[in-house]
Structure formats: C-alpha cells, structure tokens
C-alpha cells in the first residue's frame, strides 16, 4: 500500500469530476496528484453564436462556465484540465471513468494497460472479465479485478436500490423486485440540468420550448423514458438495472422489473420500491436489516419519507421512508428509496471501492 495515489478523472468538469474531487477532499483519501481529463473538442469550448435578447441570460450563464474550462479546484488549489487524446497513463494509479459508454469504449482498455480502471458508464456489462462491484454489498468481487485491471460499479440507480434491498435478500429472501425509478434531469449530465432551467425560464416568460436533450419538454412535465427504447419498448437503462440488481445480489433467478421516469428536479433519484418476499415477514425484521446496513437512513415512522431537496441532495447516505405492508400481498412491502445520483450514485460508490482496493490490493 503505497502512502499516496495519482489519480484520473474522466468526465463532465461541472458534473462528475466536480462532485468526486469534493468527495475526494471529504473523504481525506491519499491523493498525491489529479489529472482531470476532457476531449481536446471541449477544452476552451466558446459559443461562437450571437445570443438574441431573449436568450442572452441563458447563454451568458452558460459560456460562464465554458470560458473557465481549463483548470477545476481541488484542496484549495488550481488543477489543470489535460486533454485525454495527449494523456500519459503510465502517471496514475487508479482512473475513474464517469463518463459515457463511447468515451469509455475508447480510453479505458488503453488506461487499464498502466492503471486499475473503475468504470460507472455500463460499458462492461456483459464481460464476465470485469467485475461488477458496490461497496457494502458484494465487496467479495473485488479480488478478480487483475484480471482485466478494470472494475465496473452500477449506475445510480441500481447502486441504492442493491443497497436498500440488500440485507433483506439475505434474511429473508426475494423473490420479485418491482421498481419504478425518479430521475432527475442531471441524468443527461450538466446538459440536462441546463435544459431544465433553460425551459423552466422561458416557460415562465411565455415563451415556446423545443425538446432536443429529452424525448420530450423537461419543465413541469415528467415522462417514462431514459435513453433510447429498443423494439420491445425497454431502455438500456432499465436493462442495466435488471442485470445489475441480479449480479449484485449474486441472484440470477430474482425478477426484476424496472420503469424509469424523468422528472423535472436538477439532482437526485427517487425509486417506489415493492418486494415480494419468499414468506410474509414483519415490518420490524424489514426495519431492522434496513438499520444493520452502513450507508442506509430509515425514516422514524412509516408515514414519514425523506425530503429530497434537504436530506438526499448532497448526501452520501440512501434514505428511506413509506415504508409499509403491502395491502393485497401478505408477502409484499413497499417503500421509498432516495439518494443523489451523482454525490452518492457516482462520486461516492466510486471512492469507496477505490478506498477497498488500497486497503487490499495496491
């Protein structure tokens, strides 16, 4: 175990990398340096058109951002955001992928050659050479990641609903998961949370919007879709669920159904949750497993339920609240889960089992 570790991060610089340098600093880990990485295409990025009137507070809040691209803050000082075409790999220890499938596709097998990669984007899904790893709940798999020096950690979403669930799979036993995921709009990164605001403001001056981030308008709508749908009408995204859930839970045989829907709040995740059980259990033996998991908050009484704007949103813990007996189903329990799908869902998951494998292995 070395004292300090150079570290990588690849993504959006007001989104991913922002929250897990924050995270990085709060956690105290042993970081020696950080390279922030970016495509060459949006460093110094500049909006070349002229803003109309009725768009030029948007835009200017925007190019705010995008004239000051080349450097972030970390511990009180200045770093300097490299281009990942140019980036020699052999400088870091551990690179942290949050970004999108495509980036990942085509820099992480390259990075993994001098680093151990933890990957969020889903990419290796289907390898069965790349582990698939939450902290908390099956750390047993870290040991298998030499063999591609590649981890893979769920998305978000799957993240606190393995967590949530985790410990009454293995009291009792599931049989079926039923989920139906709220996303916010920072699904579709720093873009999706500009969109909302950019809607909202025009909306609210009696201005006409044209969907082009989402399938459809943001502000003051919700809608049941996450990304592209195949032919059968399912996305990606509730696929990964699904197989997520099954491989952290080490239970292939679990039926899991997902619905995920986009709702017009900047940060966060929230999930309606139904179990069903193998037998009919209490609800004090559900409360108990819930409050014998690390990183899990239960509500005080089955009527209350998390806050999303003043408990979830910049919390590394997954609340939960509502939590009930199923009226219909002797074997079924409802609840809510709630967590900030980038601070907990990306950021966090990230560093703690990049806090494991230090511990461990390098």
Known sequence: MKSEYNIALVGELNGS?????????QRDFPVAKVFPLVNASD????????????????????????????????????????????????????????????????????????????????TFLEDENVPLLQADVNEENLARYTEKNIISIPSSESAQLSLAVKQIHQEV????????????????GKLGVTTL?????????????????????????????VGELNEEGVSFDELRLVNEVRSLLNDPAIIVSSTQVVVPMFYGCAQAVHLQTHYPVDLEEVSNSIHHTEGLTLSDSVCDYPNMIDNVVGNADVKIGRLRKDVCDAAGINLWVCADNVYF??????????????????
């Open 43 to 122: 460093i110094f990025k500049t909006n070349s058109s002229s803003p109309s009137d009725e768009d030029s507070e948007e835009n200017e809040n925007e190019n705010e951002f995008e004239s000051n691209v080349n450097s972030v803050r970390f511990a009180g000082k200045s770093l300097d955001v490299l281009d990942i075409e140019t980036f020699d790999w052999q400088q870091v220890d551990i690179a942290f992928f949050l970004t999108d499938i495509e980036t990942t596709k085509k820099w992480a097998t390259i990075a993994s050659e001098h680093c151990v990669v933890i990957d969020n984007s889903g």
């Open 197 to 225: 605001a950019g809607e909202t403001a025009r909306l609210l001056n009696a201005k006409t919007v044209e969907s082009s981030t989402f399938p459809q308008q943001t502000a003051f709508n919700v809608f049941p879709q």
């Open 173 to 188: 036993g599931l049989v079926r998961i039923n989920v139906c995921s709220y996303h916010s709009v920072s699904v579709a």
């Open 345 to 362: 869902g990306v950021a966090t998951n990230a560093i703690k089992v990049a806090e494991k494998l230090i511990q461990t292995y390098i």
């Open 17 to 25: 990398i922002e929250t897990t340098l924050e995270v990085l600093a």
